[in-house]
C-alpha cells in the first residue's frame, strides 16, 4: 500500500502540517504510526481528503511521472509552467505524482537524457505530458504505441498553451537545413558523376594535391 510521510501528505493535500496533527489529536483524520511513533496516511485517506471516490492504485512498484520539455534554457518558466500546471490537473484528479521528469532539447532529438529514461523504464505506469510535442515532435503515435505495449500509459491533456509556437519554426528550419545540406551533397556528387563520364576512357580524374 502507498503511504506518505506527514510533510509528503501536507504537501499533496495542501493542509498545513499543524491542521493534520489537530486532525490526528481530535479525531477528524486519524494518521497511521511507525514503530517509532511517526505519522503517516495511505492513499485512501488522501482520496478521502481530496472528496474524490476510493480507486485502485496503479501498483506498488509502478510510478506515475510528469514529463516536461522545452528547447532551450532560456525557456525554464516554460518548463516550471508545465510542471505546476499538470501537477494541478494530476492532483484533481486523485492521481498521486512520484516524480517529475525534464529535459532541454529539441523535440526532433532521441538522446534526451529522461526521454530515454521514460521509453525503457519498467517501473512506470503513467507518463502526463501537456501536449503531443513535448514528448516529440514527429512519431508520436509510434512512440506511444510502444510505450502502451511496455505497460506505460501516456496521458496527454492537451494544453495548446503549453506548446511553445517558436518550437515549431526552430525544429521546421532545423528539417529545411538538413534536407538542403542533402539536396546540395546529392549535387556535388552528381556533378563529380558527370565530370567523370565525360573523361576521355582511361584518363584518371584530376585531384587536388595534398
Known sequence: MRTYTLGEFSRLTGKATSTLQRWDRTGVLTAHRTVTNRRYY??????????????????QDKRIVIYARVSSRNQ????????????????ARGLIVDEVLTDIGSGMNFKRKNFNRIMYADDISRVI???KDRLTRFGYDWFADYLHHRGVTVTVVNNDQLS?????????VSIIHVFSSRIYGLRRYAKEVRDDESLPHGTQ??????
Open 205 to 210: 580524374p584530376h585531384t587536388k594535391a595534398g
Open 164 to 172: 511553445p509556437q517558436e518550437e515549431l519554426v526552430q525544429d521546421l
Open 76 to 91: 525554464r518558466d516554460d518548463l516550471a509552467n508545465q510542471e505546476r500546471f499538470l501537477r494541478q490537473w494530476a492532483n
Open 42 to 59: 495511505t492513499y485512501d485517506q488522501y482520496l478521502s481528503v481530496m472528496g474524490l471516490p476510493p480507486q485502485l492504485e496503479t501498483g
Open 129 to 131: 505530458i501537456a501536449h
